[in-house]
């Protein structure tokens, strides 16, 4: 699909049939390439074929990066075609494992806000804010939506504000964001001014629309991440071995790992937001160099390769969330290892 073609020409069916092709080819993308073609399955009404498709990734011998988010998405598709039993199920699931991405938790959360569960939804919220959130520094953006939509929630039960909501409000607040409050835009009488008869309330409605839309404008066109590349220790030492040229940027596997935690502390602290670290692999490496008409030893195609990795959704966002494994792959958690 055109990055210019408007949503509403988009044949989804055909669009959904050509990501899972495309899955076929590039097998090491092919979870977020599934994901994408389940999401245009859904906005084509086949929603069982959305549900075949997470199915078939969460059999996958290979493992997920992100089975919980494939089982979230899941049972959302689920409750949409009566599947409500299962659907809570599995979200009941989702909650007991505790994932430390916070998109899983969003989108059980959503669901059943989207079906009037609204106590449980503030619950599930609640869960993933105290998971994620409790003693970090500043929020992460990616944590953004549970704040947000534990306010919403929050504010259509009528409760009082806490500290979570305080710190959403400021988020909210913050420069760039939307000129409208956090308490106005999710204000549950809004809906009421959308059949009043006077001009001004109709004009002010409006007004907070375009704002919310200029908000969900912004966080689509935040660009992909500006991301480090990181070779695996079996991938690094048959890249040297293949290429020997590159042992030059690349002294040691240990003195690999030092580098990109020290420029990514280095970026971090010029300012540079939306950091992420991508993993490569020699044959996708070599694949690279082949579409870019070079040769493997060429250094300067390094920083190229991780630049359209990152375009390509790998990129794992850094630093982690509080509690997730290392980036290195040492099996330890981040604030023990390359965090301390």
Known sequence: MRPDTPAENVDHTTEAARLERTAGLYPEDAEALLLQAAAHLELADDRPAATALYDHL???PEGLEDPYLVRALKA?????YDHEAEARAIIEGVRAASPRDPAPWVIVAEALEAHDELEQAQETFTEGVRLLLTDAAEPPHSTHPLLFGRHRVRRM???DHDEWDTLADTLHASPHS?????????DPKRIWSLGSDNPAELEAEISRLRAELGAYRQELSRPFPVAVLHWP?????ELVGAYPSLASEYPSHEEHLAVIEAALRELAASGTPNLGIVSGT???YEAFAASEGASPDDAALLPQYATTLAAR??????????????????GRGYEGCHGV
């Open 178 to 186: 939307s000129p409208i409050s956090l308490d106005e835009l999710h």
């Open 282 to 284: 020699v044959p996708s």
């Open 58 to 60: 969460l059999s996958s």
């Open 76 to 80: 959302s598709n689920l409750w949409e």
């Open 313 to 330: 959704g790998r990129a794992v966002a850094w630093p982690p969330q509080r509690g997730v494994d290392c980036w290195c792959g040492a």
């Open 157 to 159: 039960l009528g409760v």
């Open 233 to 237: 220790a079996s991938e690094l030492t």
